[in-house]
């Protein structure tokens, strides 16, 4: 008896829609662009280059992300996030002084997984690190993301997966909180954050999201729950002035 055949193109589909998570084989010249990289970024955000700054990241959902800074993305907050460094407020050095020193290059450590490209630059024992996803366009690698995690934060025993799972928890994607700018000595409102900040307590780990169109802020704490994950310990709604965040 002879067995029914399958046909050709239901074969092809079958085939077609199996995923296939292939790891993403680097080159040298990918590992050197990659440094390049990291290295245009030390040079764009020492020398306060906001726009060469903002093309270092995917374009429209690339970003840096940092505890007192919350997520950064999109090329206009990342020229604000630059335009509003120490660095970049402070007056021009007068004649005679000695300007800033550029900031060092860490050299990045490469990993490829069928996740993507991943990288880790150490900025010291007391500084932290930087945790990078990559993304190559067509204009070369970009970051996908940047996040510092500081060495408070990691003697906490926090990684930027939690970090990310505490903004998921607050509900840094729901599209609900605002970018919030503080007026410097000169009263200029600069940049601050974007999302939810964090930090750290005798508590846990507190969070801070200001509501869009000057709704109040909420102040968090998070805590780690025995399976790893996160929950709130609390959240407390807080009424702002009028205009305060803007």
Known sequence: MRRPQVPALLIAALVYAIPIYAQQTLTDKDRADIQDLTARYARALGSCLAEEYAELFAPETGYFASNIRGEVVGRERLIALVRSERQCTNPAPSAGTTPAAPRPVPTVVLSSSSNGVTGRAELGANVGQ???????????????????????????????????AIRKL?????????????????????????????????????????????????????????????????????????????
Request: charged content about 30%; glycine content about 12%.
């Open 130 to 164: 930087y945790d990078d996803e990559y993304v190559k366009t067509a204009k070369g690698w970009r970051f996908k993301s940047r996040t510092v995690m500081t060495a408070q934060e990691l003697k906490a025993g926090l990684s930027v997966q939690d970090v990310r």
């Open 170 to 246: 607050a509900g840094s994607d729901l599209g609900q909180f605002d970018d919030f700018y503080v007026a410097g000595e000169d009263g200029v409102k600069r940049f601050r954050s974007s999302g939810l900040s964090t930090g750290l307590s005798a508590e846990g780990v507190t969070g801070r999201a200001y509501l869009r169109n000057n709704g109040g802020h909420y102040d968090d704490v998070y805590v780690r729950t025995p399976d790893g994950g996160w929950r709130f310990k609390s959240r407390t709604y807080v009424a702002d002035a009028p205009a305060a965040n803007k």
